[in-house]
């Protein structure tokens, strides 16, 4: 028997709420597949499985708030047998599962569970709003826009302000405790981008507009591809020992429109090709700001990298998230002089930074990884 768990979505979480089962006792789940659906400060998060098997018994009811590490449902392993402790007697196997009615499986399809309970809040008809979603789907954001008709301005307002002030927070909680428990280190160096953005440009060209690629892909599989080089930073604590990760995950932090951030992770960055990376990116952006990320996306991050863009500041030192044990961050593009053939001129760069755990590595391998990141971009075709 496997025991599935409210998951860690990010060190900054406690506690989560269920609000939907995806299954129901006696189904068949695979490794990878949505079962229940979780609400935290960062929105409503699909968690999925990781073991396959069968669904032996649900344990938490929709709407309970369960603290990170319970036990949510148990589940059997294919060719086990059904455990006598949990078989559900006749009177029982003939009821249908208390928390998957048909009623709730047809509403589900319709709207999801975190638009519907948001619509019970905000006092919402739902016969009478117009989905967006796929198939029609009601999502939180259809409700939200309803809402808004409805109801003054203030109320909106206050009701994104409380979410909002929650995830400060715990986002405040989780920093203060990385920069108390994690002696960070940090390096910063100069990385000239006139070859990436000359190749961007000239890429870009041959393109569509709606295939088109941001500089930030460019950074993003640079790093990840020097995490090879430089493996002890791709790396996570786990009850107290460091274990280095197999899959390259890298998180990229995201500014939500009502303010706060999340850093949800491209699976298998270093695998996928610039066009992958540019589809997945958009995808990973879109669904954080409506609040529809998956679990693997929140526990799976191996390194996070902050990015300013093209109106911030000129470079920025982050704090390390753990269990994660570095952080990369780039500031704006600028024009910066440098020296060639006896002559100063300007050239396009940015600067990259590192946060690095001291426990883990030092500065010497740390610049070793920022160099790699350097020569990476060099040759952005080859990236």
Same mark, same amino acid.
């Given at each position: 028997?496997?025991?599935?768990?409210?998951?860690?979505?990010?060190?900054?979480?406690?506690?989560?709420?269920?609000?939907?089962?995806?299954?129901?006792?006696?189904d068949?789940?695979?490794r990878?597949?949505?079962?229940a659906?979780?609400?935290?400060?960062?929105?409503?998060?699909?968690v999925?499985?990781f073991?396959?098997?069968?669904?032996?018994?649900l344990?938490?009811?929709?709407?309970?708030?369960?603290?990170?590490?319970?036990?949510?449902?148990?589940?059997?392993?294919?060719?086990?047998?059904?455990?006598?402790?949990?078989?559900?007697?006749?009177?029982?196997?003939?009821?249908?599962a208390?928390?998957?009615?048909?009623?709730?499986?047809?509403?589900?399809?319709?709207?999801?569970?975190?638009?519907?309970?948001?619509?019970?809040?905000?006092?919402?008809?739902?016969s009478?709003?117009?989905?967006?979603?796929?198939?029609?789907?009601?999502?939180?954001?259809?409700?939200?826009?309803?809402?808004?008709?409805?109801?003054?301005?203030?109320?909106?307002?206050?009701?994104?302000? &409380?979410?909002?002030?929650?995830?400060?927070?715990?986002?405040?909680?989780?920093?203060?405790?990385?920069?108390?428990?994690?002696?960070?280190?940090?390096?910063?160096?100069?990385?000239?981008?006139?070859?990436?953005?000359?190749?961007?440009?000239?890429?870009?060209?041959?393109?569509?507009?709606?295939?088109?690629?941001?500089?930030?892909v460019?950074?993003?599989?640079?790093?990840?591809?020097?995490?090879?080089?430089?493996?002890?930073?791709?790396?996570?604590?786990?009850?107290?020992?460091?274990?280095?990760?197999?899959?390259?995950?890298?998180?990229?932090?995201?500014?939500?429109?009502?303010?706060?951030?999340?850093?949800?992770a491209?699976?298998?960055?270093?695998?996928?090709?610039?066009?992958?990376?540019?589809?997945?990116?958009?995808?990973?952006?879109?669904?954080?700001?409506?609040?529809?990320?998956?679990?693997?996306?929140?526990? &799976?991050?191996?390194?996070?990298?902050?990015?300013?863009?093209?109106r911030?500041?000129?470079?920025?030192?982050?704090?390390?998230?753990?269990?994660?044990?570095?952080?990369?961050?780039?500031?704006?593009?600028?024009?910066?002089?440098?020296?060639?053939?006896?002559?100063?001129?300007?050239?396009?760069?940015?600067?990259?930074?590192?946060?690095?755990?001291?426990?883990?590595?030092?500065?010497?391998?740390?610049?070793?990884?920022?160099?790699?990141?350097?020569?990476?971009?060099?040759?952005?075709?080859?990236?």
């Amino acid at each position: 028997m496997a025991e599935f768990v409210m998951p860690t979505l990010g060190a900054d979480m406690t506690v989560g709420t269920l609000l939907a089962w995806m299954k129901k006792p006696g189904d068949e789940v695979k490794r990878g597949e949505i079962i229940a659906e979780v609400d935290t400060d960062k929105g409503v998060i699909e968690v999925e499985v990781f073991n396959n098997g069968i669904i032996e018994k649900l344990l938490i009811e929709p709407g309970a708030e369960v603290p990170v590490g319970t036990v949510l449902a148990i589940i059997r392993e294919p060719g086990a047998e059904v455990s006598s402790a949990t078989t559900p007697s006749p009177a029982e196997a003939l009821k249908p599962a208390a928390v998957v009615s048909p009623s709730q499986l047809e509403s589900r399809v319709r709207i999801s569970p975190a638009a519907k309970k948001l619509a019970t809040e905000l006092g919402v008809d739902i016969s009478r709003v117009t989905g967006t979603g796929s198939g029609g789907r009601i999502q939180r954001v259809d409700i939200e826009r309803a809402a808004a008709a409805k109801l003054t301005d203030d109320v909106v307002r206050d009701a994104a302000g &409380e979410r909002q002030a929650r995830m400060r927070r715990t986002i405040a909680a989780a920093m203060a405790r990385s920069k108390r428990e994690i002696p960070h280190y940090y390096l910063s160096t100069t990385i000239d981008m006139s070859n990436a953005m000359a190749w961007l440009a000239e890429e870009n060209l041959k393109r569509p507009v709606v295939d088109r690629l941001l500089y930030g892909v460019l950074l993003i599989k640079a790093v990840a591809l020097a995490l090879r080089e430089v493996p002890e930073l791709n790396a996570v604590w786990k009850d107290e020992k460091l274990n280095l990760c197999p899959e390259i995950n890298v998180g990229v932090a995201i500014s939500l429109r009502q303010g706060g951030l999340v850093a949800p992770a491209l699976l298998g960055t270093d695998k996928q090709n610039l066009d992958e990376l540019m589809k997945n990116f958009r995808d990973l952006v879109k669904r954080a700001r409506a609040g529809s990320l998956r679990s693997s996306e929140l526990s &799976e991050p191996t390194i996070t990298i902050t990015s300013l863009g093209e109106r911030g500041a000129e470079s920025v030192f982050g704090i390390i998230y753990p269990p994660q044990v570095a952080i990369v961050g780039f500031g704006r593009p600028m024009e910066w002089p440098r020296t060639m053939d006896g002559q100063i001129v300007l050239r396009p760069a940015i600067k990259a930074t590192l946060s690095a755990d001291h426990r883990v590595s030092d500065g010497h391998r740390g610049s070793l990884f920022l160099t790699a990141i350097d020569r990476l971009l060099q040759e952005p075709g080859k990236l």
